[in-house]
């Protein structure tokens, strides 16, 4: 099934970004980071879409497609500890700020280890079309 088109779109957010390494040289994270130490937050929202139910199956965490999500993705997804912990978190509108959080509040983790996990979590759920961006 293709999915909806949108009309190309960029946003524009001017910043001073001197004393920015070679953005080649650097990780997602490290950008996400430095932005917010120079006082700049990226304002998207992020909210699991309603078309996967959570189920415990002999102690796993799956998510099961249904409805018409099965014409798109028939079978289950497992989810480990932190996954399925922001999986929950994402049942209501979420910004990346918060589900760092969540991460660094449970499991102890820095503030970059949580930034990166969140932000790979967030693209392959984008991906897979598993969540809805604001």
Known sequence: MKKKWGSPCAEFFP?????FE???????AEVKE??????YKLRKTFQAKKNYIHRSVSGMDVLISVDENI??????????GSAFTLWKALE?????????SVLEEKYGVSHRQA???VLEFLR???DHDM???Y
């Open 71 to 80: 014409a798109n993705f028939n079978g289950y997804i497992e989810l480990n």
């Open 115 to 117: 930034s990166e996990d």
């Open 131 to 133: 969540v809805e961006v």
């Open 34 to 39: 430095r932005l917010e130490k120079a006082g």
């Open 15 to 19: 910043c001073d970004v001197h004393g």
């Open 92 to 100: 209501e509108p979420s910004t990346a700020e918060h589900l760092e």
């Open 22 to 28: 070679d953005p080649v040289k650097i990780n997602d």
């Open 124 to 126: 392959e759920l984008k």
